[in-house]
């Protein structure tokens, strides 16, 4: 299939759902990378009347989706943001992250109405509020410290419990070398909690309102095992809303928390969250008011909305990035110039136009242009790692060849067959794949052959190391570059590459308690550095997404590094 023809087909499919169901960005996580993000319900370049002077609809509810089978609505096993924006609707963190008047990022309390910080940075002190969980018990600081000790003990298994590395002896409780009670966290009364740290960690509230410190309470996890959190009737919480309805592959139901602490200030009665995958069908249900927001690359329909006065359009960069993965296990990819040959196969504004219509960011490093060290813009800092490629491997096909050579395989492309999973079935991928394969013939004259499958198939199979390729995407929980390197470490191994360096662990360890911002911001810059010169995973572009959300719907917030859901969403004149 030739660029132009291609470019029309996709046209036809970029759809975009809204995986957030409306929750404007969610702690992201991993996706399949294909076209469903998150929507967001601002308006872009246009001015919104003062939400206080609104009269809010009598009955409150909001109609969202998500696009896939939550993984598990366990926050310490929870690793997809399909669970995440689930579980950031019922849960209450000790701290949410909203957006500030002039964008910024504002943390401020949740189930802590107050928390103190030490002189030297390493003592959290929580004051928590008065709030029930979801069967009217009191939530207290215990429930907090068994939440938090639990995502670190190994024996849960928690693919984020690297994140929670900064507190005092978790690493080694995490690999097993002393007792998870010698963790330093610590409830001292019914409403205080303690943490306290190993060094001054500069982001360590981001990791505070992260999902893998959500509570959840010792008696409901102990009477339901491995199960909790797979079934609605499972999950006891203590956010503003609350799971009554879980019909795996069909719908989520939320329905307000009564008994939460901030439940006069909670507009929807209730949430709904059909699982929604096919593209056509999203459309239909923005279009028929069954759903009350949608993102799409689409021009055609970009135009259509925006054209539409009960309407509003939001662009906002995500903290995310779509990329290939390479096996550095597997015979062929453990070879770094093969690696890099594939990497520089591929023309990233090129398959922006061809792929996104021109929607998203071409990556130009591993890290997007939103994130930031202090008050210091990453990739204006950075050189353009993806140009770097470029410039060092001019002719990728030759590349090959050395690779093939050092190998001792045969140094022909042409009778190199490769393989890549796709984490879902739809048609939007199988587009996606005919397009690599056109690339990769074009520029190394190699064959590729294309594997679809469901997405928990997928990731069963890339952390088993069972895969060549893999595509797929990722988004920072925190607005530093720490979440999205630290998921290459060699402890972490998120995506499953199985590759290690010694280097690059030493500078994520070093770079997240260093104060210093100049430094730690050059850690950084050395890190990704090392990554994309080994290039395990190869970036393709920065998500953007292009929401659009019916006018009635107020009071969401779009700051992409947000856990605040529903809390304060209402509709006017719906």
């Given amino acids: 299939m030739n660029k132009k023809l291609m470019s029309l087909v996709l046209a036809s499919l970029m759809v975009l759902g809204a995986c957030s169901t409306g929750t404007d960005g969610t702690n992201l996580t991993k996706t399949d990378g294909g076209e469903t993000n998150v929507t967001t319900t601002a308006v872009s370049g246009e001015s919104t009347p003062d939400e206080g002077d609104m009269v809010k ?216 969250m059909p699982i929604v995958a096919d593209s056509n069908t999203m459309m239909n249900k923005m279009l028929t008011n069954e759903i009350d927001s949608v993102s799409t690359n689409i021009a055609e329909w970009q135009e259509r909305f925006k054209a539409d006065e009960n309407i509003k359009y939001k662009r906002v960069e995500q903290p995310s990035t779509f990329f290939m993965s390479f096996n550095t296990k597997d015979e062929l990819f453990k070879n770094v110039k093969v690696r890099r040959a594939f990497g520089a196969a591929l023309d990233r504004e090129d398959a922006n136009e061809v792929i996104w219509n021109g929607n998203n960011v071409a990556a130009s490093g591993w890290i997007p242009g939103n994130i930031f060290v202090g008050e210091k813009p990453f990739r204006e800092n950075s050189v353009n790692m993806i140009e770097k490629l470029h410039t060092d491997v001019p002719d990728p096909k030759a590349l090959l060849v050395e690779g093939l050579k050092e190998l001792g395989m045969d140094e022909d492309p042409a009778n190199l067959t490769v393989s890549i999973s796709l984490g879902n079935t739809d048609q939007w991928f199988k587009t996606y794949g005919e397009y690599l394969q056109q690339v990769m013939k074009e520029n190394l004259g190699v064959n590729l052959e294309v594997e679809q499958m469901e997405w928990t198939v997928f990731q069963d199979r890339t952390q088993k190391g069972d895969y060549q390729m893999g595509y797929m995407a990722w988004g920072s929980e925190l607005s530093e570059p720490l979440a999205l390197l630290a998921i290459h470490t060699s402890k972490a191994d998120q995506v499953g590459t199985g590759w290690s360096n010694a280097e690059f662990d030493e500078l994520i360890e070093k770079a997240q308690i260093e104060q210093d911002e100049d430094k730690r911001l050059e850690m950084y810059i050395q890190a990704e550095e090392i990554l994309m010169a080994e290039l395990p995973v190869s970036p393709v572009v920065h998500q953007v997404t292009n929401s659009f959300t019916y006018k009635y719907v107020q009071g969401q917030d779009f700051n992409p590094f947000n856990n605040i859901g529903f809390r304060k969403g209402f509709t006017s004149g719906r």
């Fill in 57 to 272: 609809d009598d009955n409150q509810f909001f109609n969202g989706f998500i696009a896939s089978e939550p993984s598990s609505l366990d926050p310490a096993k929870a690793s997809d943001n399909y669970a995440i924006s689930v579980l950031i609707n019922i849960s209450d963190p000790l701290v949410i992250i909203r957006d500030g008047e002039e964008g910024e990022m504002v943390f401020e309390g949740g189930a802590a109405e107050k928390w103190d910080i030490s002189e030297d940075g390493k003592v959290y002190t929580f004051h928590l509020r008065d709030n029930k969980w979801t069967d009217g018990q009191a939530v207290t600081a215990n429930d907090f410290e068994y939440s938090i000790k639990r995502a670190i003990n190994p024996d849960t298994g928690s693919p984020y419990a690297y994140l929670l590395d900064p507190i005092m002896n978790a690493t080694k409780a995490n690999a097993g070398e002393v007792a998870v009670d010698e963790v330093g966290v610590k409830a001292l009364d019914e409403k205080t909690l303690e943490i306290t740290l190993e060094n001054a960690t500069p982001h360590f509230l981001g990791v505070v309102a992260n999902s893998i410190m959500f509570p959840v309470r010792q008696d409901a996890v102990e009477a339901h095992g491995e199960k909790y959190g797979s079934e609605a009737d499972t999950v006891v919480s203590n956010g503003a809303h609350k799971i009554t309805e879980w019909v795996h592959n069909s719908e989520i139901k939320l329905v307000k928390h009564d008994e939460y602490w901030d439940a006069a200030n909670v507009n929807y009665t209730e949430v709904n």
